[in-house]
C-alpha cells in the first residue's frame, strides 16, 4: 500500500470542515464543543482514518506500562481483577500502574490523558464515571464492562445476561415459587445491567410477576434492603417472594442477614444467589460469602491484556462475554451440596 | 561544605582494599561475594558514603512512579494496603507500579534492581522472600514489616509487641483463663514475629502455661488447625484452653469453624482474638471476620509514602512502629460490645 493512500489528519479536517487543530484535540481526548466532536469523528470513521492510524503503528515510543483504572482495591472482585492484571502483563515484560479512582473523574481523566502523553502504553479501565468525551481513538482503552458512547472502545465483561437467567433459573430449581432481584447500580450503561433483563426474561417464561428493588449505587443498602423487605411482609408474617437474586454478593449478604434479624432461615424460608463469586479472605480455597453467579476473573484479566497488547487494534471484537457459572455457598437449598435437599 | 571533603567512590574502593567495580555493583545491588560486600558495605559505613550520596540527591532522572511489592492483591490486607499506599502516592503526584510477587523471588528482584536502572523512584516492599542480597543503600527501599541484614533498610509496621499483648490482656479481661496461640509465619525475621513475644509476656506475668501452635506458612491450615485443637481435648470433652489468640484474622476464622464443628460455641465456650481487622467484603463499615487486633492501614501506607519520598532518606528513622487497636466482631465475651457480658 502506497503512503498518499492512506488519509491524514489533514483529510480528516477538511472533510468535517474543520480546523487541523480540532482534528488533533479529538484524537488527543482533549474536550471540544459536542458539534465539533461529532463532525471530526463522523469524517474520522468516513475516511477510515483511525484504523490506519493504528495500523502504521504510530506510537513507537513504548513505555512497557499498562494502566489498570477501578474504583478502589478495598472491593474483593476489583482487587482480584487487580492481581490478576498485574499477573499476565507481568507475563509479557509489562508493569501495571494502579489507579484507584475513588469516584473522582479528574483522577481518571488524568491517567486517561496520559496514555497520550505516552506515559503509558494502555489503560484498562473499569470505570463509572462521567469521562466519555475524554476517550479518544487515539488512546488505547478497553473497557471492562461500561460501554462508552463511541465505536472504538472494545468491551470485555461477563455474560450478564445468562448470569442472570441462570440464577433465576436456579432458585426456581432449587423449589423458589417466586424470587425478587434487588440491585444498586450507576447510571451509566454497562454490561452489569442485563443481570436484571436475563431476571425478567425467566419470571416472563414462568409467568412469575416480578418484585424488584433497584436503587442508584449511592444510595445506602444498610437502609434500603431493610425497607424493601419490610415492605414486603404480609398479614400473616410471610413475605411475598422466597428466593431473591441480587444483582452482587454483597447486596445478598446484607439480604440474608437482614432476613436473619427479622427471623427468617437462610435457605430453609428464603434462599438467595448473588453475583461476582466473592470468597471470604479472597483465597479461593475459602468459601462464597453467599451462593453466586461467578465471574471468571483470571480469564478476564487475561482477555483485557491479550487485548490492550493486540498490535492491531481495529481487528479487535467490539464485545467480549465470557461465560458465568452457578456456585454453592450456603444460601440454597441446593441437593447437590446437601442430600437434605434432595427431594 | 567543600566538595572534596565527600569521600568517594574511589576511596571506598581503596578503605575496602577491592576493586572500584566491585563498590559500584555493591551499591547497585548486582550481587557479588559476600566477603567483598561484606568489606564494602564496611567501608561505606567507616567513610559515612552512602549518606552523602543521598545528601548530594544524585538520582536525579524521576520517573514519578514508586512501586509497591506485595505478595498478592487477594489477600485483603495487601490490597488495603495497595489502595492506601495509591491514594497517598497520587497526592504527590506519584504512580503507583504494582508487583504481586505470588511468591517468586525472581519477580521481587526484577522490581528491585530497576529502581536502579532508574524505571522506578523507590520500593516499598511487604516481602517474605529471600532477596536480601538485592537490597542496596542506593536502592530507595521501605520495608514493610520484615527486617533485613542491613543497617539502611528503614521498616514501618504496626506495634505487634504490643498488640500481642492487648489482644491476650483483652482475652483475660473478658474472662479467659488460658489462652492459647496459633501462627502460621515465615522463616524471615520481620516485626509480626512479635505477637508471640508479647502474648508470652502476658502468660508470664499472669503465671499462665502458654499452649502455641506454631508451623510455617507454607503448612496447611486447614489441616493443622484441626489436629491442634483435637490434640488439646481432654477425656471430659473439654478444652485445655479457652481462648484463642490468632498471629491473622483469618486463622482465627478458621480455628472458629473448627471449633463449632466439634461442638462448641464462639464466644460462650471459647473466646478468639484475630490480629489485622478484616472486615467483610473489605469495607470498613462492614463487620469483621473475628475480634481483631486491627492495624492502621491508611496510616501505615501513609508513613511508607512519606519515607520513600523523604529528599534526605539519612535522616529516616530505622524502625516506626504505628499503634494498634482492640475491636469487637462477635468472637470475644465483650460487656461493651454486648450488655449480656456484663459483670
Known amino acids: 500500500m502506497k503512503k498518499q493512500n492512506l488519509p491524514t489528519m489533514k483529510d480528516v479536517a477538511k472533510e468535517a470542515g474543520v480546523a487541523l487543530g480540532t482534528v488533533s484535540k479529538v484524537i488527543n481526548g482533549i474536550p471540544v464543543g459536542d458539534e465539533y466532536r461529532e463532525k471530526v469523528e463522523a469524517a474520522i470513521k468516513k475516511l477510515n482514518y483511525e484504523v490506519n492510524t493504528y495500523a502504521r503503528g504510530l506510537k513507537v515510543q513504548k513505555t512497557n506500562t499498562v494502566t489498570l483504572i477501578i474504583p478502589d482495591c478495598i472491593n474483593p472482585f476489583y482487587s482480584s481483577l487487580a492481581h490478576h492484571v498485574e499477573s499476565h502483563l507481568y507475563k509479557h515484560g509489562i508493569w501495571m500502574v494502579l489507579c484507584c479512582s475513588n469516584g473522582i473523574p479528574e483522577k481518571e481523566i488524568d491517567y486517561l490523558t496520559s496514555a497520550v502523553k505516552n506515559q503509558s502504553d494502555g489503560i484498562i479501565a473499569l470505570t463509572y464515571s462521567d469521562i466519555g468525551k475524554y476517550v479518544s481513538p487515539n488512546i488505547p482503552l478497553v ?201
Chains 1, 2 share one sequence.
Do not use: W
Open 143 to 343: 473497557s471492562f464492562d461500561r460501554m462508552f458512547e463511541n465505536n472504538f472502545t472494545p468491551i470485555v465483561a461477563s455474560d450478564n445476561y445468562k448470569g442472570g437467567i441462570l440464577a433465576t433459573e436456579k432458585l426456581l430449581e432449587f423449589g423458589c415459587k417466586r424470587p425478587a432481584f434487588i440491585r444498586f447500580i450507576s447510571p451509566f450503561k454497562g454490561e452489569v445491567n442485563k443481570r436484571l433483563e436475563g431476571y425478567l426474561k425467566v419470571c416472563e417464561s414462568h409467568k412469575i410477576e416480578p418484585i424488584i428493588l433497584d436503587k442508584r449505587e449511592y444510595e445506602d443498602p444498610n437502609k434500603e434492603i431493610p425497607i424493601f423487605i419490610k415492605d414486603q411482609l404480609l398479614p400473616d408474617g410471610k413475605l411475598t417472594f422466597d428466593g431473591i437474586f441480587s444483582n452482587t454478593d454483597y447486596h445478598g449478604y446484607l439480604a440474608m442477614k437482614t432476613l436473619q434479624k427479622l427471623g427468617f432461615q437462610v435457605p430453609e424460608d428464603i434462599q438467595i444467589i448473588g453475583f461476582d463469586g466473592i470468597h471470604k479472605f479472597g483465597g479461593e480455597e475459602n468459601e462464597l460469602f453467599v451462593s453466586s453467579i461467578c465471574q471468571p476473573v483470571p480469564e478476564l484479566a487475561k482477555t483485557c491484556v491479550d487485548m490492550i497488547l493486540a498490535k492491531d487494534r481495529s481487528m479487535l471484537p467490539s464485545l467480549t462475554l465470557l461465560p458465568v457459572k452457578y456456585q454453592y455457598g450456603g444460601t440454597t437449598r441446593d441437593p447437590e451440596a446437601d442430600p437434605k435437599y434432595k427431594k
